[in-house]
């Protein structure tokens, strides 16, 4: 919530916030694919619950980036591929702030974009769970590297809050 005494901090802290919320909950998600991918075989109800878990991850994370491109960077893109687009600019540094993702977690994330994008238009297609497990082990690689770039992207804000003042 911006105060009239000093709007800018107001608005870094409540996104170095989210950020702390965020990958709270991001951490929890991927403890359970990771869990649940340890089964050889699964139901429709393990698979689903699997992809909805993936989902979620992603869509979490593109709210931290929706929240960063809002306050940093005042430009959140629009149009059909904003997706896309969106995780390609966490990957590079903008005027006012560092890139905020790696290459590796870019690289790793649009393989999950790309999944959550088949999961939400594929209606009539079944869920594969050779291929969820495939996606577990992306999210089991991509997740540490997502954390470390958060938490350099954190301190980031917390240099810039320190500087205000």
């Known amino acids: 919530m911006a105060t009239p005494d000093n709007p800018v901090r107001s608005v870094l802290q409540d996104l170095l916030d989210r950020i702390d919320l965020d990958d709270e909950a991001r951490r929890k998600l991927a403890r359970e694919v990771a869990q649940s991918a340890k089964a050889e075989s699964a139901d429709r109800a393990l698979m689903a619950l699997v992809a909805i878990d993936l989902d979620r991850y992603y869509t979490s994370l593109e709210a931290t980036f929706q929240a960063v491109a809002r306050s940093v960077d005042a430009d959140c893109p629009s149009g059909q591929d904003w997706h896309m687009v969106l995780l390609e600019r ?6 006012a702030r560092p890139a905020v993702l790696s290459k590796g977690s870019c690289e790793g994330l649009a393989k999950l974009l790309r999944f959550r994008h088949f999961l939400r238009h594929a209606y009539a297609v079944d869920l594969d769970w050779r291929k969820l497990r495939s996606l577990a082990d992306v999210l089991g690689t991509v997740d540490p590297l ?3 770039d958060m938490d350099m992207f954190s301190h980031f804000l917390d240099d810039c809050l320190k500087q205000i003042g």
Do not use: H, L, S
């Not at 966490?90 to 005027?95: K, S, T």
């Open 146 to 148: 997502v954390r470390q």
């Open 90 to 95: 966490m990957g590079r540094p903008a005027a």
